[in-house]
């Protein structure tokens, strides 16, 4: 099941399941219709004793039990909401432990008709018999990433919601350089709304003057001057990085991931996959898959690849070296021009 079809259901008021499992990449959806789904489903009254919260992997069975168990208080439904319980993933290590799902494996077969539960999940294994369990008997909704297009009209809508205007070619820039999702560009929307006070429009203007691009974005701009021998520009978006405090093994650590997205994007491309492939198996969002599938033809295998090996022995040297961490990473620069 995908948000549109939830959409549908809360439209209609028709809902055929009592378990609703959401979860997927774009966090501001996921909250968006667990809000919806629970103003929905809470009772009518005494909603202090007919309303159940639970956050994380670790919480009373027992307190659980009660809640489902006990008739509703002056209403006709209760609600338990659990966020994060990591029941849907197969082992203990990761999710939550074997005490839990085995609680849940028998629990969600036998839910009273009174009684609604939302988990709301930041990670899933779509391989596990919770999940399983719920997507065949009950509702599980994923909530991916919007398209570049879809991404450009929402950001379009939103400012419009605000009381301004921008151009789609204005939106796509703010998407491009802020960090992935809504729930990220709903924060810069309304604060360059607040910014431009009394004034309708936002521009590129605007933007650059309030919006910091994220470091992801930053470091990939320097890997960029880097390809291209310009040794000058890489500095000064280093020294832009070193300026706002950053920790130097996270800009490492993001220079790595934006090689190793750029390497693997090729490989994949001279293979014939398409965009949804790729985000698919690279785990990226729309503008990602497209970004990095536009700049990695510029350059060569053996310079992306020379590139990480040069980063991953960086790596090793902020690990063990007395050197100055800043020093390490202008001197990783300086070796890859």
């Known amino acids: 099941m995908v948000a549109a079809d939830l959409k ?22 996921k909250a968006h ?22 956050s994380g992997k670790s919480y009373d069975l027992s307190a659980v039990d009660e809640a489902i168990e006990s008739l ?32 849940w494996e028998k629990r969600l077969k036998d839910v009273p008709e ?7 999940e930041n990670e899933i294994d779509k391989r596990s018999a919770l999940y399983k369990y719920v997507n065949k008997n009950q509702a599980a909704v994923e909530f991916t990433y919007l398209s570049e297009n879809e991404m450009i009209q929402w950001t379009v809508g939103l400012f419009r919601t605000l009381g301004k205007t921008i151009s789609p070619f204005d939106a796509k820039y703010l998407v491009e350089i802020t960090d ?23 521009g590129r203007k605007e933007i650059d003057a309030m919006v910091t691009p994220s470091v992801e974005n930053k470091v990939f701009d ?27 093994n996270r800009i490492l650590g993001a220079m790595m991931y934006h090689v190793d997205k750029l390497v693997n994007t090729k490989l994949l491309l001279g293979q014939g996959f398409g965009k949804s492939e790729i985000m698919s198996k690279l785990k990226l969002a729309p503008f990602q898959a497209g970004k990095y599938m536009r700049e990695c033809e510029k350059y060569q295998m053996e310079e992306l ?7 991953t022995k960086t790596d090793a040297y902020l690990k063990s070296n007395s050197m100055d961490n800043y020093t390490l990473l202008e001197l990783l620069l300086f070796e890859s021009v």
């Open 180 to 202: 992935s999702g809504m729930l990220a560009v709903k924060r810069e929307a309304e604060k360059l709304a607040a910014y431009v006070k009394d004034g309708l429009s936002v």
């Open 8 to 29: 549908k259901m809360l439209k209609s008021g028709e809902f055929p399941c009592r378990v609703y499992l959401l979860y997927g990449e774009e966090a501001f959806l």
């Open 222 to 248: 320097m890997i960029d001057a880097l390809i291209e021998k310009d040794i000058h520009l890489a500095l000064i978006k280093m020294n832009d990085l070193f300026t706002l405090k950053e920790d130097a």
């Open 33 to 54: 219709y667990q809000n919806k789904l629970a103003e929905y489903f809470k009772p009518e009254a005494m909603e202090e004793l007919n309303v159940f919260l639970f």
């Open 305 to 311: 690849t020379a590139l990480l090996k040069r980063c």
């Open 114 to 120: 009174y009684v609604y539960i939302i988990f709301s």
């Open 72 to 103: 509703p208080v002056f209403a006709d439904r209760k609600l338990l909401v659990f966020t994060d319980s990591q029941i849907f993933k197969p082992d203990g290590r990761n999710g939550a432990t074997a005490e839990y799902r085995n609680y």
